[in-house]
């Protein structure tokens, strides 16, 4: 079984100072880990993905996560938000391939407010 | 297509009212997912398709609930006797292969049971 925790449900900075969004996972097996965002009425798009390769990933529109498998976290951060990064966020578990299906699991999102 | 569109993108039927709802994943995409959004929720998972075979259900919350994908391309998602609790955004995507490949979603189509 696998499971993400999003550790807020709601985070607002101001335009230029860096952004945090936290994010646990549990998973009995080694995770594919997923960031995704989602803009209203808009589909969720992919940030970025760790897939067991370097535990540093970057993303785009300046974004990136660090996998620590100690700590069984993936938190997103970005060194400078701008008005555009408002909206909503997904931490997402992926299972390995069984064969059969690939089930992605979200977290409960993060609504990130940029305040100017 | 460019993306994976659905339609329609928005859809406001009575209660005990039939539905369907219609995805295009891109072309060539392998593998098809539905997945259920409710209000301030994350999305969760329905049904898995591999080509035109169903090959997960379990997410499917009742039996008023049916996807098909007949010709491995078009799926579509049909509620039955559809209830308000059924009220939520359907999210569609799609990925190139069976495995490991990256998931692209649509916009979704919004679901309000009056």
């Known amino acids: 079984a696998q499971s993400v925790t999003q550790l807020d449900s709601h985070v607002s900075v101001s335009e230029g100072t860096p952004v945090l969004l936290r994010c646990n996972y549990s998973?009995?097996?080694?995770?594919?880990l997923f960031w995704y965002v989602q803009h209203p009425n808009k589909g969720l798009q992919l940030l970025l993905k760790?897939?067991?390769?370097?535990?540093l990933v970057k993303g785009i529109n300046g974004f990136e996560a660090e996998f620590k498998k100690s700590e069984t976290s993936f938190h997103l951060t970005k060194p400078s938000a701008h008005m555009s990064d408002a909206a909503e966020y997904f931490c997402v578990v992926s299972g390995p391939s069984s064969g059969s299906a690939r089930q992605l699991t979200f977290g409960s999102g993060t609504q990130l407010t940029v305040l100017p | 297509g460019a993306g994976v569109s659905q339609s329609p993108r928005y859809k406001v039927a009575k209660r005990g009212q039939d539905v369907a709802l219609r995805c295009d994943p891109i072309s060539g995409h392998v593998s098809l997912f539905w997945y259920q959004q409710a209000l301030g929720q994350g999305p969760e998972f329905l049904t898995y398709?591999?080509?035109?075979?169903?090959?997960?259900k379990s997410g499917l919350p009742s039996d008023r609930f049916f996807a098909e994908r007949p010709e491995g391309s078009v799926s579509t998602l049909k509620i039955q006797r559809t209830q308000q609790e059924d009220s939520a955004v359907y999210l569609c995507a799609s990925s190139l292969g069976a495995n490991g490949n990256t998931i692209y979603f649509g916009e979704g189509s919004w679901l309000t049971v009056v």
């Open positions: 760790y897939t067991s390769a370097a535990t």
């Open positions: 998973s009995s097996y080694s995770p594919s």
């Open positions: 398709f591999q080509n035109e075979a169903q090959l997960d």
